[in-house]
């Protein structure tokens, strides 16, 4: 079982490795955008991006090498190679997981983009509720026959109930992806915040 003879791996093999460990990282890309655009820095693209990367990475890369190692006290050459391409594949993932990390704060900026989009929308209905106010005396229990026609809802709030009538006034709140929990909320003019945005955890 132990013997060094002919243990060194082929530089042709090493390269057939070393290719195995770029396709792997390469894949990272595509699924690093896809990450990015579903993801959207919510708390479950951390946990599959940082978190895994985090605790997976090394591990893997650590057991890859191991492997690596150990295959070169192997004399039968196939039991050797076999475990070198073990070693390739750990190594590999650990190199996949690594590159999904910047897909993260990309999805942060997204969720930003998001957020950003969701409150303008809220703040351009407004003046319709405003009008409704003055014409019937108070704000409307519901706000779908205010929305503008033609224009889609943002993200954050397209099949969600962002509107509420609380009293004599008005709420929006929609969650955000990003925190564990928690989201963004707009009381009007009237209320005691007077027409701010708060963020709530």
Not at 96 to 125: H, I, K, M, T, W
Not at 149 to 163: E, I, K, M, T, V
Request: charged share 20%; proline share 6%; aromatic share 10%.
């Amino acid at each position: 079982m132990v013997s060094m003879k002919d243990s060194s791996p082929k530089p042709r093999f090493i390269l057939r490795q070393l290719l195995l460990v770029g396709i792997l990282g390469g894949a990272a890309l595509p699924a690093s955008l896809i990450a990015t655009l579903v993801g959207r820095g919510s708390v479950e693209h951390f946990v599959f991006s940082v978190v895994a990367a985090l605790l997976g990475m090394q591990l893997l890369i650590l057991w890859g090498v191991v492997l690596c190692v150990l295959a070169r006290r192997y004399e039968d050459s196939g039991i050797r190679r076999r475990m070198q391409w073990a070693a390739a594949v750990l190594v590999g993932i650990g190199h996949f997981s690594l590159l999904l990390v910047p897909s993260y704060p990309a999805g942060l900026l997204l969720n930003f983009r998001d957020v950003r989009a969701a409150r303008y929308y809220c703040e351009s209905l407004t003046p319709r509720l405003e009008s409704h106010l003055k014409a019937n005396g108070e704000y409307p229990a519901e706000v779908d026959s205010l929305l503008p026609s033609g224009r889609p809802l943002p993200r954050l709030l397209n099949g969600r109930q962002f509107y509420r009538r609380v009293g004599a006034d008005y709420e929006f709140a929609f969650l955000d992806p990003s925190p564990v929990w928690g989201g963004h909320s707009y009381f009007s003019s009237t209320a005691r915040s007077r027409g701010k945005w708060e963020r709530w955890n």
